[in-house]
C-alpha cells in the first residue's frame, strides 16, 4: 500500500515514562521472573541451577558468573547480578537472554531496572530480537544499545516501545556484559502488550466508547449532533457495532444491506483542530469484508479558518482488501502546513462495498529532532533502522514507506545502484529542507527507473504537493523500455516536481545531479508536443477560480545532464482554466535559477521555461540540443534554450553548441507572451535555426552583447523557416500578433563556413543598433531579407557594421551604417574571446548612444546583482551607452588597447570556487598586474593587491565574504587596464 507507515518507523523510540508507567500497570508482564524472586539463594549461578533448565526460562552464552543476589535490590528480595571477579571465567563477555512469544502486528511495553558499578570499563547492553517459527533472526526490533555508566550508577529506568513485524512469533530480550566489566545489576524486567489509553488523544470517541447501542445511526442519533463528534455525507448507515471489535465493547460499521441506501457513497468525517507547521502520528484499526468490489477510502484533508478546502495531506488511499480482512493497523505521519489550523480525517466507503469496521482512531501530537537515514543496496537490510552507514536501509521502497521530518537527511551509498522509483512523500520547512544526497566513497548513487518489477516508472524521483526538497549528489538514468500499467508510454523524466492541488509550493534545490538516458518507452505516432520527457520536470497544473497556486523558489545548478528524448530541464504553468483567474504572478512559477549545468546531447532543448515570473538562467554550457543521432526516440529539434510566456527574464553568460532541428532550433529564443526578457553576453556557434528569434505577442525581447559564429544554416522551401541571424516574426496562438519593442543591439554576428542565414523583422517598435556582421569565405547574411512594415514608428536601424556581403536590404534602412574590416583578435575562434577587436578595428566608436528601457526588477529578489541599465560588455569593460559612444559589436567598451591586453589574460577555470586562476601570455611574463573585484556595476567590492606570474600562471586568492555571482576581476596594470568577467560559486 503506498505511503504504508513502515513497521519499524513505527517503533519511534517513545520514552515517555509517564505514558509507559501508565500502560504498563494495565497488561501482563509475559517475562517469566522478571523480578527474579522465583530464586532462594544468592548464589544460584545460570550455569548450574534451574536458570539454565529453564525454571525460570532464562539461558546464559559465556562462562561468567550470572547469579539471583541479595546485595543491591531494586525491590523485594533479588536482583539479578553479573558478578565481578578475579576468576578467568571474568575475561569472557557473558549473555543472558529470554525467548517470549508474543503476537504478529501488536505493539509491546518493555522496562527494566539497572545499576552499574562506576568505572569507565563497564557495559552493560540490551537488545531485542525478531524470532520466526521459535528460531531467533539477526534483526533488532530494539537496537542493542548501551547504558551510560553516569547515569545508571544509582537504579534507573530502561524503557520503550516495539511494534512486532507481521512475520514474527516471538522475540528473544538480551543483556549483555563485557568481558572485564564490573558488575551489574537489572531487576524488574517488564514486557507487556501495549494497551493504548481511552483518551485517543485528539479523536473525540475513537474507540466508540461511547455509544451505548449497536443500531444507533448516524443519521438519526447522537453521532449526527456531535455527542462523539464525527459527521456523515451520504445516505448509507453506519452504526456503532457490537458485531466485530478489535477491542472494547464497540467498533464503528460501515453496513451492508440490500436496501437502496446502499446504493451511495458513504463518508464519515471528524474535523480536529491543530497547531500550524507540527507534526502528528494517526492510527487506526481496521477490518474489512472479503470481496472484490470492497472498497474502502481514507485520507487526511487540510483545514483553514475551520474550512476544509481541496488538500490532501494525506492522499486519500485505498485499503487492500486482502490485507485487511483480519484487524490490521493503518497509521502514518503529517506535519501541517504553516496556514493550517485543523485538519479533516475521511472515511470512504464505495457504492456497492461490503462491510468495514473501524476501530481506535487516534491522532496525536509528535516531537523528535531531525536524523540522517543511510541507505546501500549493496549492503543494506530494510529490517535495519537506517540511521548509521552499519545499519542502512536497502532498497528506495523502504525509503518510499518512512516518514521524515524537516530536516531529515536521506543519503544513499556511492557505488551502489538502486532499481525503482524514489518518491518523497513529506515536505520540509523554511531553514530545515528534507535533503536527499549521498555518503562513501566513488562514484554517484545511481537511481535507475526502469528495470523494475511491473514495468518501468515514468519518474526515477517524484515529487508531488510538497516543498522545501533539496537533491544533490546522485546519477539518475530512465531508458523505459517496459510499459508499466497506470503510465503513458511517450513519458520519462529524471526528476518530477508537480503540484496539482490548490496550493503554493516553495524552495526546491536540485544540485550535482547526473541525469542521462531519460527515454520513454516509444514516441512512435506522438505529436512533438505531446512527448512529454525531461532530465528535471517542475510542473504545475492550470489554475481554476479560487484555487490558484504556483511553485516558486527554484535553483537547478551544477547538474550534468545528457541523452534525453526531449528537455533538459522543463518548468511549466499550464495557466488558467478561464479568463479572469488570478493574476501574473500566482499563475506562473517564480523565482527560478537555472545555472552552471551542463546539458549535451538533449533530443529537445537543453531549458524550457514556460510561464514564469523572474527567471535567472545563466552560465549554462549547452552542446548538441534537438540530437538525433544516438537514439530514434530523440525527437531531434530544441533551440539551446527558450522562454514562453515569462516575465522578467534574463539569459547570460550561456555558451550554446549546436542546436538542430527543422523549426526553431536557435541559439536562444523569445517564443510568444514573453515580457522584459533579455538575452546577453552570451556565446553561440552552429545553431542550425539562427542566433535571434522573437516570436510574436511579446513586449519588450532584447539581444545585446552576444557573440553569434555560423549560426543559422538551415534551409528551407518556406522562408519563415530558412535559418536566420535575426528573426522577428508576429507568430502566436491562437493568433498572430506582432511583437512591441524589439531591441537588437551591440552583438557580433560572423559567419565564414560557406552559410547563408537570412533576416527577417517584422514588430512594432524594433531597434537595431550598433550590431557587427561579418561574412566570410562566400557566406552571406541577409541574402534574403524581408523587413514587414507597419504603421507607425515601426523600425529604426542605425549604426551597424557591415562586412563581406551583408544586406543590401538592410543597409538601405541603416541611417548611419558603418562599413570596414572589424580587426577580430582570432576570428574563427569557438570561443567569445577570438572576437575582441583590434586597436585598429573599423569598429572602435563607431557606434550609437541611446537610452535604453531599464530592467524592472534590477536589484531585487533573484536579481539582485542585475543593474537597471548594463554597465559592462561581454567582456567586463565598462560601458554607459546613454552618454559615451560605445564601440560595434558585443565589445562595447571604448579602450582599444585594453581590449588587446584582456585576449592575453585569460581565466584557466570558470566558475571560480576557490581562487581565481589566470594565464599571462609570454609578452607579460615581467608584467606587474594589480587586482580588484568590482561587482557588474563598477562598485569596487575586494582589494587584492599585486601580483606576478609564476611558470606564467597567476593566482589570485579573493578575500572572504564575496557570494555567489557574476563579478569582474578588474586588471591593472602600468600599460593597461581591464575587466575579465567570471562567475563565483562557493
Not at 103 to 110: I, L
Not at 689 to 713: E, H, M, P
Not at 803 to 820: E, H, I, R
Amino acid at each position: 500500500m503506498e505511503r504504508f507507515y513502515n513497521s519499524m518507523k513505527i517503533i519511534y523510540l517513545v520514552l515517555v515514562i509517564t505514558l509507559l508507567s501508565a500502560t504498563m500497570i494495565q497488561g501482563t508482564n509475559l517475562v517469566k521472573n522478571g523480578d527474579f524472586e522465583d530464586n532462594t539463594t544468592e548464589d544460584l549461578t545460570v550455569g548450574n541451577g534451574p536458570w539454565i533448565n529453564n525454571k525460570i526460562n532464562w539461558e546464559k552464552a559465556g562462562d561468567g558468573a550470572a547469579l539471583a543476589s541479595t546485595e543491591d535490590v531494586y525491590e523485594g528480595i533479588y536482583s539479578f547480578f553479573f558478578k565481578r571477579d578475579a576468576s578467568d571465567l571474568q575475561k569472557n563477555s557473558i549473555t543472558v537472554w529470554q525467548d517470549i512469544a508474543v503476537e504478529a502486528g501488536k505493539a509491546y511495553d518493555f522496562s527494566f531496572m539497572a545499576r552499574l558499578q562506576d568505572t569507565d570499563e563497564n557495559v552493560l547492553r540490551f537488545g531485542i530480537k525478531k524470532m520466526v517459527g521459535g528460531e531467533v533472526k539477526e534483526v533488532f526490533l530494539w537496537k542493542q544499545d548501551t547504558l551510560d555508566v553516569e547515569e545508571y550508577t544509582t537504579w534507573n529506568k530502561y524503557e520503550g516501545r516495539i511494534t512486532i513485524p507481521n512475520d514474527a512469533d516471538g522475540v528473544r530480550l538480551l543483556l549483555f556484559r563485557n568481558p572485564g566489566g564490573d558488575s551489574c545489576f537489572v531487576d524488574n524486567v517488564i514486557l507487556t502488550e501495549h494497551v493504548p489509553e481511552s483518551n485517543t488523544g485528539l479523536v473525540n470517541n475513537g474507540d466508540f466508547e461511547d455509544n451505548t447501542t449497536e443500531d444507533l445511526t448516524v443519521g438519526n442519533g447522537p453521532w449526527r449532533t456531535n455527542k462523539i463528534n464525527w459527521e456523515k455525507d451520504g445516505g448509507g448507515v453506519v452504526l456503532a457495532s457490537s458485531e466485530d471489535v478489535y477491542e472494547g465493547i464497540y467498533s464503528f460499521f460501515f453496513k451492508r444491506d440490500a436496501s437502496e441506501q446502499q446504493q451511495n457513497n458513504i463518508t464519515v468525517w471528524h474535523d480536529i483542530p491543530v497547531e500550524a507547521g507540527k507534526v502528528y502520528d494517526f492510527s487506526f484499526m481496521a477490518r474489512l469484508q472479503n470481496t472484490e468490489d470492497n472498497v474502502f477510502r481514507f485520507g487526511i484533508k487540510k483545514m483553514v479558518d475551520g474550512a476544509p478546502v481541496d488538500v490532501w495531506l494525506w492522499k486519500q488511499d485505498t485499503l487492500d482488501v486482502a490485507e485487511y480482512t483480519d484487524w490490521n493497523s493503518y497509521n502514518g505521519r503529517i506535519k501541517m502546513p504553516d496556514n493550517a489550523d485543523g485538519v479533516r480525517l475521511s472515511f470512504f466507503r464505495n457504492p456497492g462495498g461490503d462491510s468495514c469496521f473501524i476501530d481506535n482512531v487516534s491522532m496525536f501530537l509528535y516531537e523528535q529532532e531531525s536524523q540522517n537515514y543511510y541507505v546501500s543496496a549493496s549492503a543494506g537490510d530494510d529490517a535495519n533502522d537506517g540511521l548509521t552507514p552499519e545499519t542502512a536501509w536497502q532498497t528506495l521502497e523502504k525509503v518510499n514507506a518512512s516518514v521524515f521530518l524537516p530536516g531529515d537527511t536521506i543519503m544513499f551509498k556511492r557505488d551502489d545502484e538502486f532499481i525503482g522509483q524514489l518518491l518523497v512523500n513529506y515536505s520540509g520547512t523554511a531553514g530545515s529542507n528534507i535533503v536527499y544526497t549521498d555518503y562513501g566513497e566513488g562514484n554517484k548513487p545511481r537511481l535507475n527507473g526502469s528495470g523494475a518489477e511491473g514495468g518501468d516508472f515514468t519518474d526515477v524521483i517524484y515529487i508531488e504537493n510538497q516543498e522545501y526538497i533539496e537533491i544533490s549528489n546522485l546519477e539518475l538514468t530512465n531508458n523505459r523500455k517496459v510499459p508499466r500499467p497506470g503510465t503513458k508510454d511517450e513519458r520519462s523524466y529524471g526528476v518530477h516536481v508537480r503540484v496539482n492541488q490548490p496550493e503554493s509550493k516553495s524552495h526546491f534545490r536540485i544540485r550535482n545531479l547526473t541525469i542521462m538516458d531519460i527515454y520513454p518507452v516509444t514516441v512512435e505516432g506522438v505529436d512533438f508536443q505531446y512527448v512529454d520527457a525531461a532530465g528535471v520536470y517542475f510542473y504545475v497544473t492550470e489554475n481554476y477560480p479560487d484555487k490558484e497556486k504556483h511553485m516558486r523558489d527554484i535553483i537547478v545548478e551544477d547538474c550534468l545532464i545528457t541523452r534525453t528524448c526531449k528537455f533538459g530541464v522543463w518548468i511549466k504553468h499550464n495557466g488558467v482554466s478561464q479568463d479572469g483567474v488570478g493574476n501574473d504572478t500566482i499563475n506562473k512559477n517564480m523565482d527560478i535559477i537555472i545555472r552552471n549545468n551542463h546539458f549535451l546531447e538533449t533530443g529537445g532543448s537543453g531549458i524550457t521555461v514556460s510561464r514564469a515570473y523572474n527567471v535567472l538562467l545563466e552560465n549554462n554550457l549547452i552542446r548538441h540540443s534537438g540530437f538525433a543521432e544516438r537514439d530514434e526516440r530523440m525527437i531531434g529539434r530544441g533551440s539551446g534554450l527558450w522562454f514562453y510566456a515569462c516575465h522578467n527574464g534574463i539569459s547570460q553568460y550561456n555558451k550554446i553548441y549546436h542546436p538542430r532541428g527543422e523549426n526553431d532550433s536557435y541559439s536562444q529564443h523569445i517564443d510568444f507572451l514573453n515580457k522584459d526578457v533579455i538575452i546577453q553576453y552570451n556565446y553561440s556557434e552552429d545553431s542550425e535555426g539562427g542566433f535571434a528569434q522573437i516570436l510574436g505577442n511579446n513586449v519588450k525581447s532584447t539581444y545585446r552583447f552576444n557573440v553569434s559564429v555560423n549560426d543559422g544554416f538551415r534551409e528551407s522551401g518556406n522562408p519563415k523557416l530558412k535559418g536566420s541571424s535575426i528573426k522577428i516574426s508576429d507568430f502566436s496562438e491562437p493568433k498572430r500578433v506582432v511583437s512591441d519593442s524589439n531591441f537588437i543591439y551591440n552583438n557580433t554576428i560572423f559567419v565564414d563556413n560557406y552559410i547563408n542565414p537570412s533576416i527577417w523583422v517584422d514588430g512594432s517598435n524594433t531597434t537595431i543598433y550598433n550590431n557587427l556582421f561579418q561574412a566570410l569565405d562566400y557566406c552571406t547574411i541577409g541574402r534574403s531579407t524581408d523587413i514587414i512594415l507597419r504603421s507607425g514608428p515601426t523600425l529604426s536601424i542605425s549604426n551597424n557594421l557591415y562586412n563581406g556581403y551583408v544586406s543590401p536590404y538592410m543597409k538601405l534602412w541603416d541611417t548611419q551604417k558603418v562599413t570596414g574590416d572589424p580587426e577580430f583578435t582570432n576570428p574563427g575562434a569557438s570561443n567569445a574571446q577570438g572576437y575582441m577587436l583590434m586597436p585598429s578595428s573599423a569598429a572602435i566608436g563607431k557606434g550609437k548612444t541611446f537610452k535604453e528601457h531599464p530592467f524592472p526588477m534590477a536589484r531585487k529578489g533573484i536579481f539582485k546583482d542585475i543593474p537597471p541599465y548594463p554597465t559592462v560588455d561581454i567582456f567586463g569593460n565598462p560601458i554607459d551607452l546613454q552618454n559615451i559612444t560605445p564601440n560595434i559589436g558585443a565589445q562595447a567598451g571604448n579602450s582599444a588597447t585594453s581590449i588587446k591586453s584582456i585576449a592575453k589574460l585569460t581565466l584557466r577555470v570558470n566558475p571560480v570556487s576557490d581562487v581565481i586562476s589566470l594565464i599571462v601570455p609570454d609578452e607579460h611574463l615581467t608584467t606587474k598586474f594589480h587586482f580588484q573585484i568590482v561587482d557588474i556595476s563598477g562598485v569596487v567590492l575586494q582589494e587584492l593587491g599585486e601580483y606576478e606570474q609564476w611558470n606564467k600562471v597567476i593566482t589570485v586568492q579573493p578575500n572572504e565574504g564575496l557570494f555567489n555571482g557574476v563579478y569582474v576581476l578588474r586588471v591593472k596594470s602600468s600599460a593597461y587596464e581591464y575587466g575579465i568577467p567570471f562567475m563565483y560559486r562557493k
